[in-house]
C-alpha cells in the first residue's frame, strides 16, 4: 500500500463478517486515506504488507473494539439549544415537587429578568387532570413563566406571559396546533404544538449569536464524547441555523456531521417547496442539507396525535394538517425531485396515513422514512412493510417516558390495548423493515450506550427494579449496533456504517463490545475515541499507543 494517513490496530474491529461471527475477529488494523477506508486485514498480514512504515499516523488500540461511527438518526441540536434554555425539570414526576423546583427558581431570579424559562415538564404532574397554569399558582411570583413540555410539542405560560404576548381564545392557526381554554373560553396558559407555541416564543428575547456558536460546539463535542460521530438533525426551527454552522465551521471543524432534513409545515407554498429543493445544494466541510422532514401529527402525551379513535380523554382526533390531501401534495413532489422525507407519525391513523402515502408514490430509489411510530396495529404494520419505509425510533421514549404497568400519562391515554402495542421494534425488525435508532435530542439524552440498552433491556440502563416495558418488543444486540450503523445508512438510502474498503473512515471505538458486553455494563463503559473522516475527534488515550 503506498500511503496512508492513519492506522487503527484494536483487538475487536467488527467488520460485517466479525459481526456475523458474533463479535470476534482477532487483532485487526484499518488503514485510511483521504477520509476513505483503504484496507482491513488481521494485523500480522498488516505488518507483512507494510502498513505500519506507510502510515502517517498508527494508533494501536489495544484490547479495545472498533465499530462503524455511531449516528444519532434523530436529533435537534440547534432547536434544542432554544428549548433547553432555564431550570431543567426532566424526570419530576410529582405535582408538589415540581411547583417547588419552579418557586425555588423563580425567586432566585434577579427582579428585572423578564422572561423566566423552565423545560422537560413531565405531563404526570397533571395528575390525570386537566393541564393549565393552574399549576404554577402560588409558585410563578405573578412572573412571566415559559415552561416547555418534555416532548417539545406543547408549553405551559404563566398568566402574566398570556397577558404580555397578547394571546386571545379566538387565535386562528394554519395548521391544528390550539390553545388550552378555561370554561369560559380563556387561554389557561397551554400552548399545543409550534403555532400556538409561537404567540409567546416571539415575545421571548433570543440568545446572543456568539453564546449560541459556543453552546453548539459543546453539544456536538459532547455528542461525540459519548461514541456519536454523526447525527441527521430534523428540522430548521432556528432561521440562522446555517449561519450557526456557518460560524462555528469558520472557527474549527464540526466535531460530529450533521446530516440536515429541513422541515416543511402545512400551509406551504410553491415558493416554499421550491425553497425546499434549493436547500439540497447547502453544505459545509462536515455538514450538508439531504431530504426533507414533515410531521403527520402531534404527541399522545398532549392529545395532539392522530389516532383512529379518540384518547381517553376524547383527544388525538386529527392530523396536525388540516387537509391531510396537503401533506400528500409535499411528498409527492419531493418524491419526484428525488428528495427522501422522513415523517413525524406517533398515532396509529397518522402511522397509517403515512404509509399509504409512500406506498401509493411511483416507484423510485428514493428510501423515505417513518420517524417515531408510537403505537402500532398488526393491519398498519403491515402496511409500513409494504409501503418499503424505513423506520426511525427512540427506545428511550418508551423506557423513560413509559411504564409496564401503565400508569404513565401516554399509556392512561391511550388504554391498555393501544399501550401493548407500544414501539414494536422488534416487529418491524424481524419483518424486513429497515430500523435506524436514535434519541430525538433535547427530548430525551443522546448518549447511544444507554439507548443502545434500553433497546435490548426495554427499560433504563441501570435500573434493574424497573418492570421492562414490552420486553418482547426487546432487540437483540446486533440489531440495536446496527440501528446505529448500518440500518441508519440503509435509511437514508446511501451506503457507510460498515467496516470495509470504499465506504467513509468513521469509527467508534469503545473500551468494552456493544456486542458481547451486558447492556447494562456497556451503558457504564468509556468511549476511547471517535474518528471522523479519518480524523479522531475526541479521545480517551489511556490504553493507547500511538506512534
Not at 423515505?368 to 411510530?373: A, C, F, G, L, P
Request: proline fraction near 5%.
Amino acid at each position: 500500500m503506498s500511503t496512508i494517513d492513519l492506522l487503527l490496530i484494536a483487538g475487536t474491529v467488527l467488520t460485517p463478517a466479525a459481526i456475523e461471527a458474533g463479535g470476534r475477529s482477532g487483532r485487526t488494523a484499518v488503514a485510511v486515506r483521504d477520509g476513505i477506508i483503504v484496507g482491513v486485514a488481521p494485523e500480522s498480514d498488516a505488518l507483512v504488507a507494510g502498513w505500519p512504515a506507510a502510515a502517517a499516523e498508527v494508533l494501536d488500540l489495544g484490547d479495545a473494539t472498533v465499530s462503524a461511527g455511531f449516528v444519532d438518526a434523530h436529533i435537534h441540536p440547534v432547536m434544542g439549544l432554544r428549548l433547553t434554555r432555564g431550570l431543567d425539570l426532566s424526570g419530576i414526576t410529582e405535582r408538589e415537587a415540581v411547583r417547588a423546583a419552579i418557586a425555588a427558581y423563580v425567586a432566585g431570579r434577579p427582579a428585572d429578568e423578564d422572561w423566566i424559562l423552565a423545560w422537560g415538564l413531565d405531563p404526570a404532574v397533571f395528575g390525570g387532570g386537566e393541564f393549565g397554569n393552574d399549576l404554577l399558582a402560588g409558585v410563578d411570583g405573578g412572573r412571566k413563566l415559559f415552561i416547555t413540555l418534555f416532548d417539545g410539542h406543547s408549553a405551559l405560560a404563566s398568566a402574566a406571559a398570556i397577558d404580555a404576548a397578547g394571546v386571545r381564545g379566538d387565535a386562528v392557526f394554519s395548521d391544528a396546533s390550539a390553545l388550552g381554554l378555561d370554561a369560559d373560553g380563556r387561554p389557561n396558559g397551554m400552548l399545543y404544538e409550534f403555532s400556538a407555541q409561537q404567540l409567546v416564543l416571539e415575545h421571548i428575547p433570543d440568545q446572543i449569536f456568539d453564546d449560541r456558536v459556543q453552546q453548539l460546539a459543546d453539544l456536538l463535542a459532547g455528542m461525540a464524547a459519548t461514541g456519536i460521530v454523526a447525527g441527521q438533525m430534523l428540522d430548521l426551527m432556528a432561521e440562522d441555523s446555517f449561519e450557526l454552522l456557518e460560524e462555528l465551521e469558520r472557527r474549527q471543524d464540526l466535531p460530529i456531521r450533521l446530516r440536515i432534513s429541513p422541515s416543511v409545515f402545512p400551509g406551504f407554498t410553491r415558493d416554499d417547496l421550491e425553497r425546499h429543493l434549493r436547500y439540497q445544494e447547502l453544505a459545509g466541510r462536515r455538514w450538508y442539507v439531504r431530504g426533507v422532514k414533515l410531521m403527520i401529527d402531534g404527541t399522545i402525551d398532549n392529545g395532539t396525535g392522530w389516532l383512529f379513535e379518540p384518547d381517553t380523554k376524547g383527544e388525538s382526533r386529527q392530523s396536525i394538517w388540516l387537509d391531510p390531501a396537503e401533506y400528500r401534495e409535499a411528498v409527492r413532489f419531493f418524491h419526484e425531485h428525488g428528495i427522501p422525507t422522513a415523517t413525524h407519525a406517533i398515532g396509529d391513523k397518522g402511522i397509517a396515513f403515512v404509509a399509504e402515502t409512500l406506498r401509493s408514490l411511483p416507484p423510485s430509489d428514493v428510501q423515505h422514512r417513518i420517524e417515531h411510530i408510537e403505537t402500532l396495529p398488526y393491519d398498519v404494520l403491515d402496511e409500513i412493510i409494504a409501503s418499503g419505509a424505513a423506520a426511525s425510533m427512540q427506545p428511550t421514549h418508551c423506557t423513560l417516558y413509559t411504564r409496564a404497568d401503565h400508569t404513565d400519562n401516554w399509556s392512561q391515554r391511550l388504554g391498555d390495548e393501544r399501550a401493548d402495542r407500544a414501539w414494536r421494534t422488534r416487529d418491524l425488525r424481524d419483518r424486513g423493515a429497515i430500523l435506524a435508532l436514535g434519541s430525538d435530542w433535547p427530548i430525551a439524552p443522546y448518549d447511544p450506550r444507554g439507548i443502545v440498552a434500553a433497546a435490548q433491556l426495554r427499560r433504563p440502563a441501570g435500573r434493574e427494579q424497573v418492570e421492562p416495558v414490552g420486553p418482547d418488543q426487546s432487540l437483540s444486540a446486533r440489531a440495536a449496533l446496527e440501528g446505529y450503523t448500518s440500518e441508519y445508512w440503509r435509511s437514508v438510502g446511501e451506503p457507510g456504517g460498515r467496516i470495509e474498503p470504499g465506504l467513509p473512515a468513521d469509527f467508534t471505538v469503545w473500551a468494552l463490545s456493544p456486542l458481547t458486553t451486558d447492556p447494562d455494563t456497556f451503558a457504564e463503559s468509556a468511549v476511547l475515541l471517535t474518528v471522523v473522516g479519518g480524523t479522531p475527534s475526541e479521545r480517551d488515550t489511556s490504553g493507547t499507543h500511538t506512534s
